[in-house]
């Protein structure tokens, strides 16, 4: 089953047996953000304990909350590592993720043969971003429409493109060589909007055509943008009936009754803040 913590803006997944337990859960994600099991809460329609088992306490894909008592005596290098990030390093990897956010019926050979990530924390999260992105049904859509392959994609250094008046989001080397994008925030703290990120590689893939941002350029580019929107409208989950193309969704989507726990978990992690921060 998969879980969705959100934490500090960002949204983790992480996958886990059903049997697994809710502190195993936690020492899963304290990997991840830098943080031990004993000073993480989570939060699903209430508080959840230790003993519970994932498959008694959430469903599938669930939202959830993370609360962190940051003033137990705990080191926690991640963050500190994030205080003073270094420059100009990035690591290579190989094109095998753990697990794909979607798996395509068949391999195509329109990808991104390999990508490249910054030395910073959360190596993994970015390289899953940029796997995300490759495995989207629109971006999909594009590289096998126009039969493109990119044989690297690699996350941007947002300090290197960086002036006072402007920012770069991405970058189109040799004509689809080699595509940057600029995954974090300037703070190294988090990971920019997705859709914001994506609509952003299909702008550079409409430099593999067109150099200039001329009305050429333009035109392809809200080409390609509408056949990423069409590609995704279908590969969502759920049903369209009658010839209107009504949408149904499923069972595991979010439902005003999720919306309203959601909600109330907010209100508890606020709480929670409020508790440890009068420690």
Known sequence: MELRFTY??????????????????????GQEIGFSADQIKLLYKGSLSNESKLQDVVKDKAKV???????ANVVDETMSQ???PRKNAASSYALKPKKPRSTPKEASSYTFNRFEVLNYPFKERALQYLER??????IQRIMNTHRWTV??????????????????LGLNHNHGAHIELRLRTDRYDGFRDYKTVKSTLIHELSHNVHGEHDASFWELFRQLTK?????????KPGSYVSE???????????????QRDH???ILLAAAERRRNASK
């Open 65 to 71: 909350m993370t609360i962190v008592n940051k003033n």
């Open 82 to 84: 994030l205080n003073s």
């Open 133 to 138: 992105l490759r495995d989207d049904a629109g």
């Open 263 to 265: 909600k109330r978990d």
């Open 227 to 235: 056949e990423a929107e069409a590609a995704d409208l279908l590969s």
């Open 244 to 258: 209107q193309a009504t949408y149904v969704p499923q069972n595991n989507e979010t439902t005003d009754e999720d």
């Open 8 to 29: 500090a803006g960002n949204v983790i997944s992480i996958y886990f047996h059903e049997e697994e337990t809710v502190r195993s859960a936690k020492e899963k994600l």
């Open 151 to 168: 044989p690297l994609l690699s996350e941007m250094d947002p300090a290197e493109h960086t002036q006072h008046d402007s920012k770069t």
